[in-house]
């Protein structure tokens, strides 16, 4: 098994991954085959495993260093992670995910939801058997709760047309940026770091994923017209409107609501009038400045980390800006 090429960079770090991997697989045994296939296809499907690695960094400027249970915390992480990816698609009736067939449209929304709930309870037991304390698991429970509303929110605010940037952000910080909060201060917290040190990990790890998310949709709309993929398409239809469409629909209004109204029968010519006109309206420019503004917010944050013998904060930093500077 291979993990992503992105960690070739960094050997020890490569290394724990793909212990965490392993872990996580074996982990998962459902007396349901075809489901564990699906789940560990998912698992294996060449995700970056960027939260698993957050954690693994951060757990390195405690004074506590157990590989056993950094894997441990790491697996937890990446399969809470998964979970939600799984829910996710039942919400947005997804076909793919990385190219392969969701678990919900090769098995039915029933048996995924099943899936996503036993990828929970891995989750926690993993938390269980290796943290320290009941504060781990009680905020993974309050993130998991934070990580609900902000896919509730985002159901909530489908189709709506007023839509604010705040509204937006409020989301984006529950869905995506909880889970990279979480990732830090477990990191820190379960590795002996104090409180205020890793409230102060997890505050980066929520600028991070706040620039995470911004950036991913910015990536949607940065694709030449003739390749656009899933996202924008099935995203717009379903009224779920991401940061450049909000700013371009702010700007003109009147040049996009014939089409957004449309809701889910709008046809591909609409939605490529609406990469069109995100553009001419400056949406992804405007985005681009906000995403600019916390990825300089997180990188701040990470200077000031102290420096180590592993050289962690240098590491974070280089994978936060490799992350948050990308172009595909």
Same mark, same amino acid.
């Given at each position: 098994? &291979?993990?992503?090429?992105?960690?070739?960079?960094?050997?020890?770090?490569?290394? @724990?991954?793909?212990? =965490?991997? +392993? #872990? $996580?697989?074996?982990?998962?045994?459902?007396?349901?085959?075809?489901?564990?296939?699906?789940?560990?296809?998912?698992?294996?499907?060449?995700?970056?495993?960027?939260?698993?690695?957050?954690?693994?960094?951060?757990?390195?400027?405690?004074? &506590?260093?157990?590989?056993?249970?950094?894997?441990?915390?790491?697996?937890?992480? @990446?399969?809470?992670? =998964?979970? +939600? #990816? $799984?829910?996710?698609?039942?919400?947005?009736?997804?076909?793919?995910?990385?190219?392969?067939?969701?678990?919900?449209?090769?098995?039915?929304?029933?048996?995924?939801?099943?899936?996503?709930?036993?990828?929970?309870?891995?989750?926690?037991?993993?938390?269980?058997?290796?943290?320290?304390?009941?504060?781990?698991?009680?905020?993974?429970?309050?993130?998991?709760?934070?990580?609900?509303?902000?896919?509730?929110?985002?159901?909530?605010?489908?189709?709506?047309?007023?839509?604010?940037?705040?509204?937006?952000?409020?989301?984006?910080?529950?869905?995506?940026?909880?889970?990279?909060?979480?990732?830090?201060?477990?990191?820190?917290?379960?590795?002996?770091?104090?409180?205020?040190?890793?409230?102060?990990?997890?505050?980066?790890?929520?600028?991070?994923?706040?620039?995470?998310?911004?950036?991913?949709?910015?990536?949607?709309?940065?694709?030449?017209?003739?390749?656009?993929?899933?996202?924008?398409?099935?995203?717009?239809?379903?009224?779920?409107?991401?940061?450049?469409?909000?700013?371009?629909?702010?700007?003109?209004?009147?040049?996009?609501?014939?089409?957004?109204?449309?809701?889910?029968?709008?046809?591909?010519?609409?939605?490529?009038?609406?990469?069109?006109?995100?553009?001419?309206?400056?949406?992804?420019?405007?985005?681009?400045?906000?995403?600019?503004?916390?990825?300089?917010?997180?990188?701040?944050?990470?200077?000031?980390?102290?420096?180590?013998?592993?050289?962690?904060?240098?590491?974070?930093?280089?994978?936060?800006?490799?992350?948050?500077?990308?172009?595909?």
């Amino acid at each position: 098994m &291979e993990i992503h090429p992105m960690w070739k960079n960094y050997p020890s770090l490569e290394k @724990e991954l793909t212990k =965490t991997e +392993t #872990l $996580i697989e074996e982990s998962i045994k459902l007396s349901n085959k075809k489901v564990q296939v699906a789940i560990l296809k998912m698992v294996h499907s060449g995700g970056k495993m960027l939260r698993p690695a957050y954690q693994i960094l951060f757990s390195q400027f405690g004074p &506590e260093q157990n590989e056993e249970k950094r894997i441990a915390l790491a697996a937890a992480i @990446e399969t809470l992670h =998964t979970a +939600t #990816l $799984i829910h996710d698609d039942i919400v947005d009736e997804a076909l793919t995910r990385r190219n392969l067939p969701t678990i919900q449209s090769q098995f039915g929304k029933d048996i995924a939801v099943y899936a996503g709930d036993y990828l929970f309870v891995v989750c926690f037991k993993l938390l269980s058997d290796y943290t320290s304390s009941l504060k781990s698991i009680q905020l993974n429970s309050r993130s998991m709760e934070k990580i609900l509303s902000g896919e509730l929110g985002q159901m909530d605010q489908r189709y709506n047309l007023n839509l604010t940037i705040s509204d937006y952000i409020q989301n984006v910080s529950g869905k995506t940026a909880e889970l990279f909060g979480l990732s830090c201060f477990i990191g820190a917290f379960e590795s002996g770091c104090s409180d205020t040190f890793s409230n102060k990990c997890r505050n980066i790890g929520v600028s991070i994923g706040i620039a995470f998310q911004i950036i991913d949709d910015i990536l949607d709309y940065s694709q030449e017209e003739n390749t656009l993929g899933k996202p924008v398409l099935e995203d717009v239809r379903q009224g779920v409107y991401s940061l450049p469409l909000l700013y371009a629909l702010q700007k003109q209004p009147e040049s996009f609501l014939p089409i957004l109204k449309k809701k889910n029968k709008m046809t591909a010519e609409d939605v490529s009038k609406i990469y069109l006109l995100v553009h001419k309206y400056d949406g992804v420019k405007k985005s681009q400045k906000l995403a600019k503004k916390y990825t300089e917010k997180a990188l701040k944050e990470i200077a000031d980390l102290p420096d180590n013998e592993l050289n962690s904060a240098k590491t974070i930093y280089d994978i936060t800006e490799t992350i948050l500077l990308r172009k595909n």
